[in-house]
C-alpha cells in the first residue's frame, strides 16, 4: 500500500523543489512531478517537510494520566506537525534508571509518533548523586536532563558533563539557580512589582547559562541549553558558539510569543518556568531563531488538569501547552522563511535530540517517511476544547493564528489526514 | 462599577467619589441610630482566607450600618481545610447568593480570580503583596478629612514597601490624587524596577521627615529577618523608626498613619502613636465609613441601571 | 407664580404653622436637600420675624432611605445637617415639591434614626398631585393639577413648569 502526497511544496534541508512524494513500506520512494499511489493525500497549496521534533515535551506518564498520558500527548505531537517527541523525566517516579525508560519506551510503542524519552541527570532529579545514564544510554536514551529544575551544584554538574562526554550523550539544562528563583512566579520586573507577585530575576536563568558554558569549556563536553527566555542567555550562547564551543540552545514558542504583561490577569495559565519575560527578551529570543543562536524551537508543552491548574497564581504549577499550537505560532509570530521555521522545528532538534537520519531526513527516495504536510496561510483560532491534549492549559485561547498542519506522516502511516487522527 | 479590586478601578474620580460618600456615611455614624436601609435586602459574604480582625469587623460594622446581611465564612471551621479549591468555595458561597464578596487571602490575584467566577460584586480586603484598596481610601478619607485635600500633599511611606499590598494601593491612590509620594526602605525592603512607580525613593528617613505632611508606617514583619533582608529589628528602628527623637522634627501639623496592627517600638515609637497628629484610631473609625460608601456604590448606587421614569 | 407670589405663600405658610402649634414651642424644621432648603430656611426667616424666635433649622438627604434603590443611580446630594434631637418636638418637614411621595415617605424613615417627634407635619411650596402613598401635606403654597409628565420646579423666583424630555 503507497501513499502519495500531491501538489505540494517540498522543503527539506536540501532545499525546496515542487513535486509529489510517494511513501510506502515506511519509506520515501519517489519524489517528483505526476506520481501516483493507493491512497492520495492532497497537498496543494501546502509544504511537505520532514516531521517535527520537540525535544522538551512533558508527556506525565508515569504519573500524572489526568493530566496527558503519552497516548493523547502523541496525538496532539501528531495534530501538531510532529513525527517525534522527546518526553522530558520529570514524572512520578521520575525517569531516572533503566526500569522507567523502559516503561515510557512500552507506552510509546503504539502511540502516533515516534516517542524517545530523556533521562535524568541525578538520581530522583534531586542534584544529589548521578543518575546511572549507562544503562539509560544503552536503552537509546541521548539527552539527559532534570529540567523542572537546574542542576544547582557546580561540581556535580562538571562530574555530570564528564560522565556524559564518555558515554556520546548530551547534557540538557534547565537554567534555574533556585537561590536565586526561590519562592518567584513570574518574571521579576517591573510587572511583578506591580502585580504584587514574587518575582524570579533572569539572572536566575543567566547565572547558570553562563556556569555552564564555563563547565562546557572547561571539560570539553557539550551542553544543551532548554527553553531560553532571556537577552543576556541568548548573547552568551551566541558568543559561545562562536568561540567554537559545543553549546545548543532551544526556545519555546511562549518566548517568542507572549510577555509577562500575560500575568496581568493573574490566570495561571500564564505562569511557566521560566517565566514569560518582558517584550526586550521576547524580541532577543526571536533574534536568537533568526541568526542561528538558538538551534530549536522545543514546546515545552506541559499539561496540568483544569483542577491543578485553576489555583490562585502563586499557587499554581507553571507550564502551558503547546504541541498542538508550534508551527502555527512560529509562521505567524516569528518573520522567517518558511525553511529556517522548518529548520528550527524539524532537522535542527533532530540533530540535538541524536535522531538524524530518521527525523528530519532530506525527502528522497530511500529516506524515512516521517513526513508533515501544512498549509502555512491557512488562518484558525485557538479553541482550547478541540485539542487532542487531556488537558486545557492553552495561553492562547481565541487567538487567532497562521499555518496549520493538514497531514502527518510517521513510519509511512497517515496518523492525520485532513486534520482529522487516524487510529 | 461591578467590583472594587484595584485602586485603578477608581482613578481620582472614583476616590473622590466615595470620599464625598463617605462623609454622608460618617454623618450617618454619628446619628443617635446609626444605620440606614439603603442595603435592605442584600447580602455581603466575607470571604477571609487570612486572619483579619480590623478589616473584617470593618467590613461587617460597614455592611450592617447599611442594613445588609452579613454572611460569615470563616475558614478554619470550614471546608477549606478539607483541601477546597478557592474556586470550589466561591462557587458553593456564590450559590448562597450574595450581593457582594468581599475577599481576602494571601495569594495576589485571588479577588480578581473570584470576580471571574461569580456573579456577586467582589469587593478587593487585601490580596497577598497586590493591593489593599479600602485601605488606601480611608487613608485618602483621613488625609482628606485633616488636612483638607490629599493634592499637592507631599506624604512619606516608610516600611517594608515590597511586602506591602498597602503601600500598593497607596501609592496609587495617593500620586491619582495628586499627591507627591517618597518611599524610604532600605533597598532590601523596596519592590524590584520601583524606578517604574510614580514615586521618590530615598534610603534615609531623616533625609525627607522636616518636608513632609504625612509620615505613613508600614509594619515590618518579624520573618524579615530570617529571610537575610534585614540585619535585626533593633537595626530597623534605629534606621528607619520613627522614634520620639525623629517625630519631633516633624512639621507640627504632620500627621503621622499607620494601616495597623503597629509593632510599638519598631515602627513607629509609642510617645508618638500617642501624639494629637497620630491618627490610627481616626483611619479605623473612618474606614467604616469608606467601606459603607464602597458597599454602597458597588450594590445601590450601580450607575448602569438606568431610571424607569424621572420625577420629583 | 412668581417672586412676590411665592414669598406670600411662604409667608402664608409660616403663620399657619405658629397657628397649627399655638407658637413656636418645640417646633423644628428639616428641609429636605435639595429643593427643600431655600424654603426651610426662608421660612425660618418668616417665624423668626413674625415670633421673634429662630427654630432649629436642619438639612435632611434622604437617598439612603428611598425604595427605589436599585432602581436608578441615587447618590446623596448635599450633607444631611440635624444638630439637635427630635425626641418630644413638632419637626416640620420641608419641601419643594409634593409628588408621589416617596421622598416623605423616606424622610420620616430617616427621622427615626434622630428621635421620637411629638408630631411629623410637612410644608411643600408645590402639591402637584399624583400620590402613590397615603400622604397628605399640612401647608401648601399652592396646588397645582399637573400632567405626570410634566415636570415641576419651585423656587425662590417663581415656579416653572416644562416638559419631561424623553
Redesign the interface.
Known sequence: MSTVIKGGLVIDQTGERNGDVVVEDGRVVAVGPDLSGDEVLDASGCVVAPGFVDIHAHLRQPGAEEAETIETGSWAAVRGGYSAVVAMPNTNPPIDCAAVVQEVLALGRPAPCDVYTSGAITVGRKGEQLAPMAEMAALGVRLFTDDGNGVQEAGLMRRAMEYAAGLGVVLAQHCEVDSLAAGGHMH???W????????V?AEAEELMVMRDIALSRFTGAPIHFQHLSTRGSIAMVRAAREAGLEVTAEAATHHFTLTDEACA???PVFKVNPPLRPADDRDAVREGLSDGAVDAIATDHAPHSP?TK??????APPGMLGLETALALALTELNLPLAEVVGLLSWQPAAIAGLKGVHGAPIAPGGPANLCVFDPNETWTVDPDALASRSRNTPYAGRQVRGRVRHTIVGGNPVLVDQEMRP | MKHLLSINDLGAEGIDEVCRLADHFTEVSQRPIPKVPALRGKTVAMLFYEDSTRTRLSFEVAARRLSADVMGFSVSASSVNKGESVRDTVATVSALGPDAIVVRHRSAGVPQQTAAWTHASVINAGDGWHEHPTQALLDCYTIRDRLGSVAGRRIVIVGDIKHSRVARSCVMAFTALGAKVTLVAPPTLLPPEVGSWPVDISFSLDAVLSDCDVVYGLRVQKERQSDALLPSLREYTAQWGLTAARAARLHPDALVMHPGPVNRGVEIAPEVLDQPNATLNEQVRHGVAVRMAVLYLLLAADPDLRPEGAGA | MEAEDIKRATWRMAHEIIERNHGLEGVVLVGLQTGGVWLAEDIAIALNEIEGVEPPLGTLDVAFHRDDIGLRPLLPEAPTKIPFNLDGQAVVIVDDVLYTGRTIRAALDALNSYGRPRTVQLAVMVDRGHRELPIRPDFVGKNLPTRRDEMVDAHRDGIDLGEIVK
Do not use: A, C, N, T
Request: hydrophobic letters at 20%; aromatic letters at 10%; zero cysteines.
Open positions: 521579576e520586573g517591573e511583578s512589582s506591580r502585580l504584587g507577585i514574587p518575582g530575576p490577569s493573574y490566570d483542577d485553576e489555583m490562585p497564581f502563586d499557587q
